[in-house]
Nanobody
Framework: VQLVESGGGLVQSGESLRLSCVASGDIIALVSMSWYRQTPGKQRELVARITGGGSTNYADSVKGRFTISRDNAKNTVYLQMNSLKPEDTAVYYC??????????????WGQGTQVTVSS
């Protein structure tokens, strides 16, 4: 499985960005896709997740502001980020969890995309 993110950038507080993550490879066996973020010196944290069945969950800090969605025809997961705050500044990573009857659960990661929110 390969994941390629795009859409990061520099915005001002209150503005919006949309991140995209295109998946390729054995995507049929993906059980969920997620967005994580990481800042220097801190652990990577879950921002939002969408399962194969379409269920979603969010970190408390982004509820009501961020929306995760997917376009199965394009093999793409999106993260719409509205009302951005300086504390949302981080490198955002796309994650996919892969599982089959014959292989262990495996995490795949994209290369990351920088989001910077200025005050």
């Amino acid at each position: 499985v390969q994941l390629v993110e795009s859409g990061g950038g520099l915005v001002q507080s209150g503005e919006s960005l949309r991140l995209s993550c295109v998946a390729s490879g054995d995507i049929i066996a993906l059980v969920s896709m997620s967005w994580y973020r990481q800042t220097p010196g801190k652990q990577r944290e879950l921002v939002a997740r969408i399962t194969g069945g379409g269920s979603t969950n969010y970190a408390d800090s982004v509820k009501g502001r961020f929306t995760i969605s997917r376009d199965n025809a394009k093999n793409t997961v999106y993260l719409q980020m509205n009302s951005l705050k300086p504390e949302d500044t981080a490198v955002y990573y796309c994650n996919a969890v892969h599982r089959t009857l014959y292989t262990p659960i495996t995490d795949y990661w994209g290369q990351g995309t920088q989001v910077t929110v200025s005050s």
